[in-house]
């Protein structure tokens, strides 16, 4: 199993000590859920719940690529009306 030393500042460090408490959790545990949940390749239940709701020919999988390689960028997307 891998360390990490990070480092933050203040105000971070009293949110995180926050968080921690409010969840029950180690530090460390608290860290690496919040990690592991940042890295996961899926978008969250019910996500795509609104998909239809605007004009797009484009699938998840495609839409979700296209974001992690920064080929959406505003120009390329319909105005709104």
């Known amino acids: 199993m891998s360390q990490l030393a990070i480092y933050i500042d203040d105000q971070l460090a009293k949110k995180l000590d926050k968080a921690v408490k409010a969840s029950g959790k180690s530090k460390s545990k608290w860290v690496a859920g919040a990690i ?7 978008w969250p239940e019910g996500f795509f719940d609104l998909a239809g709701s605007w004009e797009d020919d484009l699938m998840p999988d495609e839409i979700m690529s296209r974001i992690r390689t920064g080929m959406d960028k505003p120009d390329r997307r319909e105005k709104l009306r």
């Open 36 to 42: 592991k949940r940042s890295l996961q390749d899926q």
